[in-house]
């Protein structure tokens, strides 16, 4: 029988186990944030991707759980919110104001010297100096600390809504940091939501794949990002912010903008990168030239810097004129784009064979760099843009990208323009030039072309492949240069006298080194495979492929449909491999390399050649749900394949259950594939039969 006792303490029991699921929740949505801060706004991890997602998996399954707990500012929310049907508008409660410009050192003096007259005064003023960031302006409001209301600037006075997207973007803080100082009850926080270089380009490079249209500069990307309806896609766009000024702030004071950007940084917002202070105009345009050099490493894009006058005082006594402030200006960079002819086209060879037109152009100068030459990337491109020798065109740089030609400018054809294609051989090698059903690139099937040799040398003697130690860099550029090395087979007919008639080889490194190259000659299939730099044939393939024909003798009598039979080789892949194979140049290189007794145990796969898991390796990590882990062992014994417990670069496959441990993390240290327990039902029903 209970006691009335006993149903309190249950009772009690109750609410404790509520308050410990609460503060659990609050734990975890602390450690998120603090992580998250470290991550995308101070750039300085603390824990690993896999820790990281592990709480946030936790949080997920407790939100999944207790819905009633989900708060607007947890960390779950970011992930994008149903669809809008259109963007409410929003008015911003101080206008978003626009710079006014200084296009030279003339200018800007012009600009301080107004100031000063202006203020009455021949003292030095003070200017907090900044990069002006190449994106997309907008407000976001935080009321009490926690996000409510995010805005684009809109024609300054009137925005669009766009809170759902900005809350995707990982370093815009949904709640500010308290600790430290206080945060005011209104704060109103204008910054620039940008895309980096590198995204950038990953972004159009998949759209490409995908075939839709391309962004023309980061600017438009982020734009295009933040104008979508639905928040999830702006969610996977890689963007972010720097804050660089403020709107309203109820209740906090300050006396310079130097001040309020470090409370920013307190409060846990992004803020730009090398802002300084300057008292003169000197100083000023010495951070210009140098920003200006640094420009293009920065990893995102700068049109210019901006000068705002320091204290807030002054500021407000100079107040604005027709929708810029008197007290700031932006000192634009030169443009990035110019026109200018093309007097050539010429074919560079490049280290995987790809042949790649160049526009040889009139000299121009393009943000502060003088250009002479523009990629054309490919034939399909030259043809998209209609590039002919002698045209007139716009050339650009964008970020740390090679010059590229934007457009003819058609008007200025005089019919004297040429027409380009591309050649039928290379033009270092001779070797025929092919270009693969449906990609965009030509490239030279030569294995011993010049061009690509120094590279397939490299690559034949690093780590992962032959594992030649102490072939470097510099040495393979002697070997070559000095036609020692014609291919990579050529590497073991070296002899000592060839070796110390090099520069800087000693009798002892020359010995050292044919120590290692003859140590070379003992390898396994699959670091030959790799090391012989198929297109397409990474250390993956390589493993499967060995994993799968007994020697290299079986795996080049094969075709196309026994290797697309394989598990996760693909057309691409079986074309790449068949053509390579095809080449007599190749042939005779293998050839000479097994000549040179370069050998390799053969591998366990004769009897079962190719649908089978023979020489692969798998490691189970997590709870799987359609077998127990020790079924999912035994099935792949039976297939031929081998079950181990620790993940190492020998391994296949990591598979992945549910709540998987480190195993995942080290898999994807050591570039091991991991598949979910789904993929390896796949991959175990495809081979089964
Ligand atoms: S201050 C009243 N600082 O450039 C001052 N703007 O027209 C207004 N921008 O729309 C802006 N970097 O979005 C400021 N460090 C920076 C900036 C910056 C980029 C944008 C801003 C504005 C435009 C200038």
Not at 118 to 146: C, Q, S
Not at 497 to 519: T, W, Y
Request: contains cysteine; glycine residues 8%; charged residues 30%.
């Amino acid at each position: 029988m209970q006691s009335p006792v006993n149903r309190c303490s249950t009772h009690i029991g109750v609410t404790m186990k509520k308050d410990d699921l609460q503060r659990t929740i609050d734990n975890l949505r602390e450690k998120i944030n603090y992580n998250n801060h470290r991550y995308y706004v101070l750039d300085d991890p603390e824990i690993s991707d896999a820790e990281y997602d592990n709480l946030m998996r936790q949080l997920e399954g407790l939100e999944r759980d207790w819905p009633e707990r989900i708060t607007s500012d947890s960390p779950t929310q970011r992930v994008g919110a149903p669809p809008l049907g259109e963007f409410k508008t929003v008015r911003h409660s101080l206008p978003m104001l626009s710079l006014s410009n200084a296009m030279d050192e003339e200018e800007v003096k012009e600009f301080d010297q107004r100031i000063k007259k202006l203020l009455g005064t021949t003292d030095n003023i003070e200017y907090v100096v900044e990069p002006k960031v190449d994106g997309v302006a907008v407000e976001i409001v935080y009321e009490h600390g926690e996000l409510t209301v995010g805005s684009t600037r809109g024609d300054g006075n009137i925005g669009e809504g766009i809170t759902q997207n900005l809350k995707t973007i990982r370093s815009i803080p949904l709640r500010i940091i308290s600790s430290g100082r206080s945060v005011p009850e209104l704060l109103e926080v204008r910054g620039e939501v940008y895309l980096g270089t590198r995204d950038f380009q990953e972004l159009n490079r998949r759209r490409k794949e995908e075939g839709e249209p391309l962004f023309a500069n980061p600017r438009n990307a982020a734009a295009g990002s933040l104008r979508q309806l639905d928040s999830v896609i702006t969610a996977k766009r890689p963007l972010s912010i720097f804050c660089h000024g403020v709107g309203n702030m109820g209740g906090a004071s300050f006396d310079t903008h130097w001040e309020v950007l470090s409370a920013f940084g307190q409060w846990g917002l992004k803020v730009i990168p090398n802002l300084a202070i300057c008292n003169n105009i000197e100083d000023i345009i010495g951070y210009y030239r140098e920003m200006t050099e640094r420009r293009d490493g920065l990893g995102y894009e700068i049109d210019g810097i901006v000068l705002k006058v320091n204290s807030l005082r002054l500021q407000s006594t100079l107040g604005a004129v027709s929708r810029s402030p008197r007290w700031a200006v932006a000192y634009k960079f030169e443009p990035k784009q110019g026109t200018t002819r093309v007097t050539d086209i010429v074919v560079q060879v490049g280290r995987t064979g790809a042949l790649t037109p160049v526009a040889i152009l009139e000299p121009v100068r393009l943000g502060g760099v003088e250009v002479s030459r523009a990629t054309l990337h490919n034939q399909d491109e030259i043809d998209k843009k209609d590039i002919r020798v002698g045209d007139t065109v716009v050339v650009q740089r964008a970020g740390d990208v090679i010059p590229e030609v934007v457009k003819v400018i058609e008007t200025k054809r005089t019919g004297e323009e040429k027409r380009f294609a591309m050649p039928e051989t290379c033009p270092v090698c001779g070797a025929k030039v092919f270009k693969p059903e449906g990609e965009a690139v030509h490239r030279c099937l030569g294995l011993s072309c010049p061009a690509k040799l120094k590279e397939a040398v490299k690559h034949f003697a690093s780590k992962r492949a032959m594992d030649i130690d102490g072939l470097g860099d510099k040495l393979v550029a002697q070997l070559t240069d000095k036609g020692l090395v014609k291919d990579v087979a050529d590497l073991y007919t070296l002899s000592k006298e060839d070796l110390v008639s090099l520069e800087r080889m000693a009798d002892k490194s020359a010995q050292n080194l044919l120590g290692s190259i003859e140590k070379s000659k003992k390898t396994t299939m699959e670091r030959f495979l790799y090391a012989l730099g198929i297109r397409h044939v990474g250390e993956h393939i390589s493993k499967i492929l060995a994993g799968s024909f007994k020697n290299m003798r079986d795996l080049m009598d094969t075709n196309e449909d026994e290797l697309i039979g394989i598990h996760e080789i693909g057309p691409e892949v079986a074309d790449s491999m068949l053509r390579f194979f095809k080449e007599n140049d190749n042939l005779r290189v293998i050839k000479r390399l097994e000549e040179a007794g370069v050998t390799y145990p053969e591998t366990e796969a004769g009897e079962r050649k190719g649908n089978n898991l023979a020489g692969m390796t798998f490691v189970f990590t997590g709870a799987l749900s359609s077998f127990t882990r020790d079924e999912a062992k035994r099935r792949v014994s039976e297939l031929g394949g081998k079950p181990t417990s620790s993940v190492s670069r020998k391994t296949t496959y990591v598979v992945m259950g549910k709540d998987p441990g480190s195993k995942v993390e080290r898999a994807r240290a050591l570039a091991v594939r991991v598949m979910t327990e789904d993929e390896f039902r796949e991959l175990i029903g495809a081979v089964a039969v």
